[in-house]
């Protein structure tokens, strides 16, 4: 018994970048973020809504960004506290598991 489908689930950390070409020389592609439902904690809704990355910032082995807490403390003794992010470069290129059109056996 095979079941058709249309396409897969994705995990909720794989967002959409769509290609943009700009009018006008130089010609260059930015990707825009597509959906900016469940963001999590890294990234807030507000933070990416209608953002596009440059094609040349995004490397092909993709991004990684992680949050943290940051403490430090100045001379005078007073202390800070804050959340940071870092971006590093991520371990590959990554498969999300979509698929489309396609029969599950059951």
Same mark, same amino acid.
């Given at each position: 018994?095979?079941? *058709?489908?249309? %396409?897969?689930?994705?995990?909720?950390? &794989?967002?959409?970048? #769509? =290609?943009?070409?700009?009018?006008? =020389? =130089?010609?260059? #592609?930015?990707?825009?973020?597509?959906? %900016?439902?469940?963001?999590?904690? +890294?990234?807030?809704?507000?933070?990416?809504?209608?953002?596009?990355?440059?094609?040349?910032?995004? =490397?092909?082995?993709?991004? #990684?960004?992680?949050?943290?807490?940051?403490?430090?403390? &100045? +001379?005078?003794?007073?202390?800070?506290? &804050?959340?940071?992010?870092?971006?590093?470069?991520?371990?590959?290129?990554?498969?999300?598991?979509?698929?489309?059109? *396609?029969?599950?056996?059951?």
């Amino acid at each position: 018994m095979f079941q *058709y489908r249309l %396409a897969t689930a994705v995990p909720v950390n &794989w967002y959409p970048l #769509v =290609p943009k070409s700009s009018v006008g =020389p =130089p010609r260059s #592609v930015s990707l825009q973020l597509m959906r %900016a439902s469940d963001l999590g904690k +890294i990234l807030g809704k507000d933070e990416l809504a209608g953002k596009t990355l440059n094609e040349e910032e995004l =490397p092909r082995s993709g991004i #990684v960004v992680t949050r943290q807490w940051k403490y430090a403390r &100045w +001379i005078d003794g007073s202390s800070s506290l &804050w959340i940071g992010r870092t971006r590093t470069v991520g371990r590959g290129e990554g498969f999300s598991g979509l698929r489309f059109d *396609y029969l599950k056996s059951k």
